[in-house]
């Protein structure tokens, strides 16, 4: 398979962003510069290639943040914390097959992933099935020491997403994605319920505020983001 590095050579930089790094990444073989949106995303600079890392998520610090455990303010330290932690080490990454969703590659970093794990600064992230045993083993090392966002303790459900059913017109029922502790699968939740923006949405012990996508910038974001 190409790595990223690979497809970027192949691809014109005409009117990527300019961004200045933050940090730095060996990406399949090579140290490229980044910009680290979170702990969990980041851009290639110069290029403007956007990566999604696998096998874990790190709590938002913009838009739709996290109400549980120890409470708002200190989730959103502990989610500035947590890419903080990424700009600080080169870590070694790989791409991987598929796709990182919105137009993101998907890409491993082990340590970082088991870094951000044991410290309670992330949780497993699984779709269509569990997470993998050596990540739900790094994550109870941290819910077992109450550390980062588990120092008041693990909810039963952890909301990842959030969406309202009237996001789209037309639309009888939406979902929203609920991780669940034991097996780290972020399963679809269904509905067919209205969120108003920047309202707390709240399941199984956690809350997530919702902030429409098309609420999070501009001239049309949304009034708790003002």
Not at 3 to 11: D, K, N, R, S
Not at 97 to 104: F, I, K, L, P
Not at 138 to 147: N, T, Y
Request: glycine share 14%; aromatic share 8%.
């Amino acid at each position: 398979m190409m790595g990223l590095i690979g497809m970027m050579l192949g691809v014109a930089t005409a009117g990527a962003p300019e961004i200045k790094a933050n940090g730095s990444v060996v990406l399949d073989g090579s140290k490229v510069d980044v910009y680290w949106d979170d702990g969990d995303t980041f851009m290639v600079v110069g290029n403007g290639t956007k990566a999604r890392l696998d096998g874990f998520n790190t709590l938002e610090s913009y838009g739709p943040v996290h109400r549980f455990g120890p409470g708002e303010d200190a989730l959103f330290e502990i989610a500035k914390l947590a890419g903080k932690t990424a700009m600080e080490t080169v870590w070694t990454c790989t791409t991987q097959e598929g796709s990182g969703g919105y137009g993101r590659s998907r890409v491993a970093c082990p340590e970082l992933r088991k870094t951000l794990l044991q410290a309670g600064l992330a949780h497993v992230f699984s779709v269509g099935g569990p997470a993998d045993d050596a990540g739900l083993a790094d994550q109870m090392i941290a819910v077992k020491a109450g550390l980062g966002m588990w120092k008041g303790g693990a909810p039963e459900g952890l909301v990842t997403s959030v969406h309202s059913v009237d996001e789209k017109p037309d639309q009888a029922s939406t979902y929203n994605r609920v991780l669940n502790l034991k097996t780290g699968e972020a399963a679809k939740h269904s509905h067919s319920q209205i969120h108003a923006a920047c309202s707390w949405v709240c399941q199984q012990g956690s809350c997530l505020l919702y902030v429409p996508y098309t609420q999070r910038y501009g001239s049309n974001k949304a009034e708790c983001l003002k």
